[in-house]
């Protein structure tokens, strides 16, 4: 009777906010975007705790994956295209931390990408009877080429050229490494719960990362984004990267809580939603 209750007033807020027209729609959401940033600011005071909760959240995600595939032995619904840049930008940036300095970071991103690799291990091989690769069909090279060109023009001005890049590199590729996920998904349009719940961890990831920068442009009144090593071009752009990503997952995350909120276990996603 409680959930009951609660379910309510939620079905019809959100019956009422489809029925509104874009303009409203897009208020709500920029509104929604606001507060949640002003909370954060307000609660967490030190920028770099956003992206140990970034990195921690997309560990999370990776974590249900491996729940699902150990019990329910499938990997389907899975892009294993997506785990592979994932396993490629982790792997460049845990080796540029370590040339650099280790920290909670490196530490993080280890242990994400160790678990990175038993997943595409097991889609690879052991669950392969149940990848649909037809499916996963968007071309790993279609991010990858766009982000190196990028990373080559656009890095972070340091004594080494060859990390600058790859740290580039990393940041453009995580941006865009959800996209072969989400495409499989505009296939299906039906989506189970432990898919739903690892994409949406990732869109929390996001969030807090791309909060990260906006915040810290707000604290330094603009400055921020021409200071050391960057020039006028490599922090705008990794904003840019986030703000990307964060947008493309941000429909997803909608009707994903949507779900939750009305109590059904599959994530139905309309025909105009995540086409890319």
Known sequence: MGQKGVQRPLQ?????????SNKVKTF????T?????????????EHNHFFVLAEFAHFVGILVLIYK???HKTCSGLSLKTQ???ATFLFARLFCSLQIEGDIHTLLDLVTLVATFWLIFMMKYKLKSSYVADLDNMKKYIVIVPSL??????????????????????V?????????QLHLMQNVKIIEPFTAHYVFALGVSRFFSCAHWIIKVYDTSGS???????????IPMIILAEIVQTFVLADFCYYYVKSVMQGQMMVRLPAQVLEL
């Open 12 to 20: 019809k807020l959100f019956s009422w906010v489809r029925k509104q």
């Open 28 to 31: 709500l959401g920029v509104f």
């Open 33 to 45: 975007v606001l507060t949640i940033l002003v909370t954060l600011k307000l609660l967490i005071h």
């Open 69 to 71: 595939l150990t019990t």
């Open 84 to 86: 592979q840049l994932t």
């Open 149 to 170: 060109v990028i990373a080559f023009f656009i890095h972070p001005r340091t004594n080494n050229l060859i990390l600058s890049i790859l740290w580039a590199f990393a």
């Open 172 to 180: 453009y590729i995580e941006g865009v490494s959800v996209l072969p």
């Open 224 to 234: 921020y984004l021409s200071l050391s090593g960057g020039g006028f071009f490599w």
